[in-house]
T-cell receptor, first 113, second 111 residues
Framework: NAGVTQTPKFRILKIGQSMTLQCTQD?????MYWYRQDPGMGLKLIYYSVGAGITDKGEVPNGYNVSRSTTEDFPLRLELAAPSQTSVYFC????????????FGAGTRLSVL | KNEVEQSPQNLTAQEGEFITINCSYSVGISALHWLQQHPGGGIVSLFM???GKKKHGRLIATINIQEKHSSLHITASHPRDSAVYIC?????????????FGKGTKLSVKP
């Protein structure tokens, strides 16, 4: 059972480039999340999804887009990379709702230069 | 003011010491989570609790709902316990289930 898988693990982008961070889970979880972690700060929610076809903005959505065409996959798209998007990105999933444990991927370390 | 505050920010202990990490929150919650982030970066859930106390091995988590405070204790600490410990809460009434995170406590246990 792989859990939550994120790819790539590391990436360096130039300003203005685009990329997609991949996230897939094999636990049949309804809820999926994207967080970013900046040095010295708590994780912040970027986008979340409560099921296939349903997504919504979190606390820091600007500069990102998501889609949820299947239960398993929840990719995060950066359209025009900016230095402010340098961060570590975590994908997580849970069964449903606020009282469930979230399972995290290993993270993607992104640098925008 | 952050909705979830942790103390201390950094903690250095000698192997075998009893360790306490504190978490205070200012919002109504349905659950509080303690997570561990290893030096390699991966995050794993240690506890989820909404009342009382939970124990797993050498780890104990307690919560006082009235005081909006939780503690994570590590007994007989070991260098392998060195990690960042993160407190997070699920906001009461929050339908999306996302967590609000503290900034973490970096623990270093010396042999």
């Amino acid at each position: 059972n792989a859990g939550v898988t994120q790819t790539p693990k590391f990436r360096i982008l130039k300003i203005g480039q685009s990329m997609t961070l991949q996230c897939t889970q094999d636990m049949n979880h309804n809820y999926m999340y994207w967080y970013r972690q900046d040095p010295g700060m708590g994780l912040k929610l970027i986008y979340y999804s409560v099921g296939a076809g349903i997504t919504d903005k979190g606390e820091v959505p600007n500069g990102y887009n998501v889609s949820r065409s299947t239960t398993e996959d929840f990719p995060l798209r950066l359209e025009l990379a900016a230095p402010s998007q340098t961060s570590v990105y975590f994908c997580a999933s849970s069964w449903a709702g606020a009282k469930n444990i979230q399972y995290f991927g290993a993270g993607t370390r992104l640098s925008v230069l | 003011k952050n909705e979830v505050e942790q103390s201390p920010q950094n903690l250095t202990a000698q192997e075998g010491e009893f360790i306490t990490i504190n978490c205070s929150y200012s919002v109504g919650i349905s659950a509080l989570h303690w997570l561990q982030q290893h030096p390699g970066g991966g995050i794993v859930s240690l506890f989820m609790l909404s009342s009382g106390k939970k124990k797993h091995g050498r780890l104990i988590a307690t919560i006082n709902i009235q005081e909006k405070h939780s503690s994570l204790h590590i007994t007989a600490s070991h260098p392998r316990d060195s990690a960042v410990y993160i407190c997070a809460v699920s906001r009461d009434g929050g339908s999306q289930g996302n967590l609000i995170f503290g900034k973490g406590t970096k623990l270093s246990v010396k042999p």
